[in-house]
């Protein structure tokens, strides 16, 4: 495996466990709100998964840009990839 496979494997790593992440912090915040629990709280974690996501989404756009010039494609490349399928749930 080159190294540029490597870095797409990585990339796409990152975004799973991004993903999952996020997924597990929403289910956490509905079993305390299941539980009775501190709705603040609950709203926090929720809050704090969407911000999560975004930011994710952010990261993995750059990663996505770092590794298109890392294989020579300046045109793929280009700034503004926010609306890739990646982490897009």
């Known amino acids: ?3 540029s496979d490597e870095l797409r494997q990585k990339v796409s790593s990152i975004g799973v466990e991004m993903e999952q992440f996020h997924s597990l912090l929403e289910l956490r915040a509905k079993e305390i709100e299941g539980t009775g629990g501190d709705p603040e709280i609950v709203t926090k974690l929720i809050n704090g998964a969407d911000a999560m996501k975004d ?4 990261y993995l756009s750059w990663a996505r840009h770092f590794l298109a010039l890392s294989e020579g494609g300046a045109s793929e490349a280009d700034e503004g990839e ?8």
């Open 82 to 89: 926010e609306d890739s399928a990646d982490f897009q749930f």
């Open 55 to 58: 930011s994710g989404n952010i």
């Open 1 to 3: 495996m080159g190294m």
